[in-house]
């Protein structure tokens, strides 16, 4: 990483990685994390469990092993510390008793070593202080030390004993044996305290006296044991134990030993050496060893208890962890029950609201523009409703109805405003279009009225030019605003005528050359749209080329039709230039895209027609390095043109004034003789078409002789102009020979120019085969003045360049 790098790019980076996880993937982990932490925190649970169930079964299992030999060795210690101190006050027939109670200790010593092998359990000081017995009975037989030190021997290790118990039977883990171990304890303390205090009565002796030291134990003694009786031990017994408690305490050995040491308490006398005891201690032993009995038994009940409870408890333990397990496996299998539908449920609804949006954004939206921009309401159930929903799904689906139909709304707006420009752009076209129209007639009157003036008829034809190039101009915002062009028309018209039309709206109509068939005919409803979009493409074809070239524009029958192709001699365009000029014929732009290419509409009208029509207009190269327009008009436009003859070659012929209806003016002379020469170049050679192997028609039967021809039938003004657009054409019937006298005499009359080369047919066939020919004649020169090839130079480098600028504009 760069050291220059802001710090805050790794925070945005992971924030994005984030939101560009799946939805699917965050539900998942929704569901895996929890179920993660409640199977360890489960796991966890029940191996404590486990462990504790585990611990409470070794400790039964431990006492039930060594509590019976551990309490025996207590017992048996007991004993041998009261014979011990009996023989040590010299009390008769104590040497056999105490040599009864070291057998009974030694046997209970050596049983408990053989079971406290295990290191971990705290038997260790027990069987240290057991290892010291042997000395101590050897002080205790020589009487050497003091009987206080020997005795405490015995004390300490039956501490050590009730430690073991103690530690044994705790259980801290769990409150409840806690608890009902307790007592157990308790009672082993109790019974020792009894079993010091029948030690220190048994020093006392056959004289019935205690020393000082042995009188503190006594008494210290008995009230430890009292304590333990009515402090740990009676409130904590079962009801069972502590009826059995009762009982004992309410014998009459019981009530012997609390008469015995009360009496010790209050009925002893102090002497010199030490502290003389009442007579009522002689009923001490007999009352001893009969209670002793009773409470051993009650130890040994409640140590059984304590070990049942504990049995209990790690059963209960471990049902615990089969429960446990159980039903957090339930629980997990919910969850993910419950996860696994709520994410089909939450994906479905949502993968349902992306479909819906996707068709919406693609079908339904596109086509409620398109029905609102062609002025057509709009069914509201066709666009998505506001549910009301509360959830997050459906908010988010209101949020995209709402905008939806903010959109609409906005898109009906426009439509409005697209529609109300429309027509307001439709009335000034219209209001401004009887305008020209009104022009144009009044330069027909001019034309009527001066046309004896060769330089005012001259300049008349050029003022009436570019009016018919304003009305076309008026047509093309009347069509572009969403209008239609006004069609005069009631009859068919043929195909030659409609070219001628259309090639009389261009400015430069004397460069076209036309190739047409007679034997058919438009329907009148489309002969103002189709004229307008031929003229549209030939205004463009001689714009857009070198001013001397020729713009040919040739109709044939074809399978799907009528195919129109307009040729120039144009500058090269690139295939990609092509594709997007091709791109506007075929989709209608919008205003913003119109505002942009205000400087170039003709191609937008020419699609905006075409659509209309029906029909197909298709740019591309001509062989000839220039452009090739392809216009396929539907068959449904066309009909058979009635009355005609079998159809002959097609005519090429320029588009040039016909010959005035007054021959002695100097107007009418030289009209006459520019139709002489027009009639003459009728025979030239066409241009090939858009395919270099595009053959020119040809009548089969030879060649037809000039003066046989019947001549095209031109409409004209007063003054022998062409006319721009032929209100009501003229159907030319088959055979007119008086016309055809009348056209002939006309042309005698004139003043005749040099035939120019006439077009042989069968010119390829054998020698053997081909016809005679008239004779080829030299072509005339161009008679144009050095000012107009100069103008029309200048209009084609002016057109040249504002193609290159459009180029480079498009690059850039």
């Keep these: ?53 585990a611990q409470l079964r070794s400790d039964v299992e431990a006492a039930e092993r060594i509590g019976a030999p551990l309490y025996t060795l207590m017992v048996d210690m007991q004993a041998e510390r009261t014979a011990t101190a009996a023989q040590w006050a010299g009390t008769e027939g104590a040497e056999g008793e105490l040599r ?52 405490a021997y015995y004390s300490d290790v039956i501490g050590k004993v009730i430690q073991v118990y103690q530690q044994e039977f705790s259980h801290a883990e769990d409150a409840e044996l806690a608890q009902a171990s307790r007592p157990v304890v308790s009672m082993l303390q109790a019974t020792e305290m009894v079993a010091r205090e029948d030690t220190v009565l048994a020093l006392a002796g056959p004289s019935g006296e205690l020393s000082f030291v042995g009188y503190d134990q006594f008494v ?31 014998s009459a050995d019981w009530q012997t030993k609390t008469r015995i040491e009360n009496a010790v308490l209050s009925g002893h006398k102090d002497t010199v050496s030490g502290i003389r005891v009442p007579a009522e201690v002689g009923g001490w032993k007999s ?67 992306h479909e819906r949006t996707v068709t919406v954004a693609e079908e339904t939206l596109p086509d409620v523009v398109a029905r609102l921009q062609r002025g057509q309401t709009v069914d509201p159930e066709a666009l998505p409703a506001v549910s009301g929903d509360r959830d997050e799904v459906g908010r988010i689906s209101d949020a995209f109805a709402r905008a939806v139909a903010v959109s609409v709304d906005g898109h009906r707006r426009l439509a409005a405003e697209r529609h109300g420009f429309g027509l307001f752009a439709s009335g000034i076209a219209s209001r401004t279009g009887n305008l020209v129209s009104r022009q144009l007639s009044l330069t027909e009157d001019l034309q009527d009225t001066f046309g004896h003036d060769e330089a005012l008829l001259a300049q008349l034809m050029r003022s009436d030019q570019l009016t018919v190039g304003m009305r076309r101009q008026i047509e093309n915002l009347l069509i572009l605003a969403g209008g239609e062009v006004p069609d005069p028309h009631t009859e068919p018209m043929r195909v030659a005528d409609l070219l001628r039309e259309a090639a009389a709206e261009v400015e430069d109509f004397r460069r076209i050359e036309r190739q047409a068939l ?10 103002s749209q189709i004229s307008h979009l031929l003229a549209e493409l030939l205004d463009n074809a001689t714009r857009f080329s070198p001013p001397r070239s020729k713009v040919v524009i040739r109709a044939e029958l074809v399978a799907d039709g009528l195919t129109v192709e307009i040729e120039d001699r144009g500058p090269r365009v690139s295939p990609e230039r092509y594709e997007e000029m091709n ?8 205003y913003s895209v119109l505002a942009q290419n205000a400087h170039r509409l003709g191609l937008f009208v020419v699609g905006h027609l075409a659509d209309q029509l029906g029909a197909t207009v298709t740019l591309r190269r001509s062989v000839y390095g220039g452009t090739c327009a392809v216009v396929v008009l539907p068959a449904e436009l066309l009909l058979p043109t009635r009355g005609e003859t079998p159809p002959e070659p097609a005519r090429h012929e320029p588009l040039v004034p016909a010959p005035a209806a007054e021959p002695d003016t100097a107007a009418a002379d030289t009209a006459a003789a520019d139709t002489a020469s027009a009639d003459s170049a009728a025979d030239v050679p066409a241009e090939a078409g858009c395919a270099a192997d595009a053959p020119a028609p040809s009548d089969p039967g030879g060649p037809v002789p000039a003066g046989d021809r019947e001549p095209e039938p031109v409409a004209h003004t007063s003054a022998g102009l062409p006319s721009r657009r032929t209100k009501t054409p ?21 003043p005749a120019r040099p035939a120019l080369p006439e077009r042989v047919p069968q010119t390829h066939l054998a020698d053997q085969l081909r016809a005679p020919h008239a004779p080829e004649t030299k072509v005339p020169q161009d008679t144009a003045t050095p000012e ?25």
């Design 583 to 590: 791109g506007r014929l075929h989709q209608a732009p919008p």
């Design 100 to 151: 009864v109670r070291r057998a009974a200790t030694d046997s209970a010593a050596a049983e408990f070593g053989g079971l406290a092998d295990d290191p971990s359990r705290s038997f260790t000081e027990v069987t240290r202080q057991l290892e010291k017995l042997a000395a101590y009975r050897q002080r205790a037989d020589t009487r050497s030390g003091a009987a206080d030190s020997t005795l």
């Design 287 to 353: 009352a001893h060893a009969n209670f002793s009995v009773q409470m051993t038994t009650l130890n040994i009940d409640l140590a059984r208890s304590v070990l049942a409870r504990g049995e209990a408890k790690a059963a209960q333990l471990q049902t615990e962890v089969a429960w446990l397990i159980a039903g957090s496996g339930g629980g997990l299998l919910a969850v993910v029950i419950v996860v696994v539908f709520t994410t089909r449920s939450v994906l479905r609804r949502l993968r349902e609201l």
């Design 1 to 53: 990483m760069s050291p220059t790098e802001p710090e805050g790019v790794p925070g945005r980076s992971t924030t994005r990685r984030w939101r560009n996880v799946r939805l699917r993937t965050l539900l998942i982990w929704l569901a895996v994390v929890p179920t993660v932490a409640m199977g360890t925190q489960v796991t966890v649970s029940a191996d404590r469990l486990l462990e504790q169930s």
């Design 788 to 812: 107009e090839v100069a103008d029309a130079w200048a209009d084609y480098e002016q057109g040249t360049q504002t193609v290159e600028e459009e180029l480079r504009r498009d690059q850039a």
């Design 518 to 527: 007679d034997e058919t005919s438009v329907e009148p409803s489309a002969i």
């Design 220 to 250: 210290s003694s008995l009230g430890a044991q009292r304590y333990l009786h009515e402090a740990l031990i009676v409130p904590h017994l079962a009801a069972g134990d502590e009826r059995f408690y009762e009982r004992v305490v309410g």
């Design 730 to 750: 003229r159907p030319v019937p088959a055979a007119a020979p008086a016309a055809v006298a009348v056209v002939r005499q006309a042309a005698t009359a004139a």
